[in-house]
T-cell receptor, first 117, second 111 residues
Framework: DTAVSQTPKYLVTQMGNDKSIKCEQN?????MYWYKQDSKKFLKIMFS???????INETVPNRFSPKSPDKAHLNLHINSLELGDSAVYFC????????????????FGPGTRLTVL | DAKTTQPNSMESNEEEPVHLPCNHS???????IHWYRQLPSQGPEYVIH???SNVNNRMASLAIAEDRKSSTLILHRATLRDAAVYYC????????????FGQGTTLQVKP
């Protein structure tokens, strides 16, 4: 069983389109994250949710809207896609960031490679 | 957030030990030292973490300097599958759970 899964694995789309990436974890974790890895392989946090509540929004453009329908899912919707949005997007989860005190470990999905043409 | 410094790249021969260094001179007393690695075309995966004492698990060992200003990730017998980017990350008890990735160390393992 895959612990953290993302769909789709690859996404190719035109500028200006709207797209969504889905993430699901079957680990029973309370906290989920989205990270972006750009073309220079630099990984950066975008959002985190704990128990469906937004905790971190790292100055991401409001074209990006995460949605957490339940604790096991954190989807990422992107409006009006731009060339600069091309990247690999990773979803991750951890048990509970508030309880961990810096010890929790994050489990990452396989990534979604988004290409905007 | 305290910063870490790692060499950009390292090479190792297969089946030999590898010592990956990390400097974190501004570490605070409550910061944990975490290591993650990212294999090619995969998401990052947790390797090990520690606070003050050295730690061992099935993947690696973590040696932490007495003053905690540096640490070393030790792979006891490198395999080709260990070729990856290794990230040393500090996690504070007060942070919001985010991992702050640096450029990491790209480890190349030669057969």
């Amino acid at each position: 069983d895959t612990a953290v899964s993302q769909t789709p694995k690859y996404l190719v789309t035109q500028m200006g389109n709207d797209k969504s990436i889905k993430c699901e974890q079957n680990l029973g974790h309370d906290t989920m994250y989205w990270y972006k890895q750009d073309s220079k392989k630099f990984l950066k946090i975008m959002f985190s949710y704990n128990n469906k509540e937004l905790i971190i929004n790292e100055t991401v453009p409001n074209r990006f809207s995460p949605k957490s329908p339940d604790k096991a899912h954190l989807n990422l919707h992107i409006n009006s896609l731009e060339l600069g949005d091309s990247a690999v997007y990773f979803c991750a989860s951890s048990q509970d960031l508030w309880v961990s005190g810096g010890t929790d470990t994050q489990y990452f999905g396989p990534g979604t490679r988004l290409t905007v043409l | 957030d305290a910063k870490t410094t790692q060499p950009n790249s390292m090479e190792s021969n297969e089946e030999e030990p590898v010592h990956l260094p990390c400097n974190h001179s501004t570490i605070s007393g409550t910061d944990y030292i975490h290591w993650y690695r990212q294999l090619p075309s995969q998401g990052p995966e947790y390797v090990i973490h520690g606070l003050t004492s050295n730690v061992n698990n099935r993947m690696a060992s973590l040696a932490i300097a007495e003053d905690r200003k540096s640490s070393t990730l030790i792979l006891h017998r490198a395999t080709l599958r260990d070729a990856a980017v290794y990230y040393c990350i500090l996690r504070g008890s007060s942070n919001t759970g985010k991992l702050i990735f640096g450029q990491g160390t790209t480890l190349q393992v030669k057969p």
